[in-house]
T-cell receptor
């Protein structure tokens, strides 16, 4: 079975540009979350979507937005890129609420470099 | 506020020996979960083990076990019989509430020596 897939794996953008990152959850999983991991730190929560509705939002500016599609895949959009947005962006999926033993699985991430 | 603390920035262990990676947490929620992930240099976050706050038994998954001490709010990861491939960054994470949000610690870099 395919795990969580993310695309693109690596990309370079210029300050002020826009980027779209994509994620396909594990088959049957309905919850998708996005995390930003800056070098040397632990991942920081950005968004969670469950059944196509936003269920949680981290402390990120409005330049960050996301959505979940009917097939449960998801996109993370970042507008007006800043140098500080350079990071590994991780997508995670789970069947439903991650508590109660519903394990959260991560994809391999999208490495974003802003120059 | 919810918080995860990993106090060991780096650890060394000899191949085939056991190692314990420390994790303490703080939360006011009654229902929560604790996760451990392994992150090699490639970046992928690999799930290792999960412990629910109401689970009475410590979780085990192969060579991984979680030493859960609820009163002390600690959830240490024990890796038995270390292998060279265990060299990586290890993250402890706290999940609570219905948002699906995980709060991660700063991580511990483990190096296994041959």
């Amino acid at each position: 079975d395919a795990g969580v897939t993310q695309s693109p794996t690596h990309l370079i953008k210029t300050r002020g540009q826009h980027v779209t990152l994509r994620c396909s959850p594990i088959s049957g999983h309905k919850s998708v979350s996005w995390y930003q991991q800056v070098l040397g730190q632990g991942p920081q929560f950005i968004f969670q979507y469950y059944e196509k509705e936003e269920r949680g939002r981290g402390n990120f500016p409005d330049r960050f937005s996301a959505r979940q599609f009917p097939n449960y895949s998801s996109e993370l959009n970042v507008n007006a890129l800043l140098l500080g947005d350079s990071a590994l962006y991780l997508c995670a999926s789970s069947w439903s609420n991650p508590l109660g033993g519903n394990t959260i699985y991560f994809g391999e991430g999208s490495w974003l470099t802003v120059v | 506020a919810q918080k995860i603390t990993q106090t060991q920035p780096g650890m060394f262990v000899q191949e085939k020996e056991a190692v314990t990676l420390d994790c303490t947490y703080d939360t006011s929620d009654q229902s929560y979960g604790l996760f451990w992930y392994k992150q090699p240099s490639s970046g992928e976050m690999i799930f290792l083990i999960y412990q629910g706050s109401y689970d009475e038994q410590n979780a085990t998954e192969g060579r991984y076990s979680l030493n859960f001490q609820k009163a002390r709010k600690s959830a240490n990861l024990v890796i038995s019989a270390s292998q060279l491939g265990d060299s990586a960054m290890y993250f402890c994470a706290l999940g609570s509430g219905n948002t699906g949000k995980l709060i991660f610690g700063q991580g511990t870099t483990l190096q296994v020596k041959p």
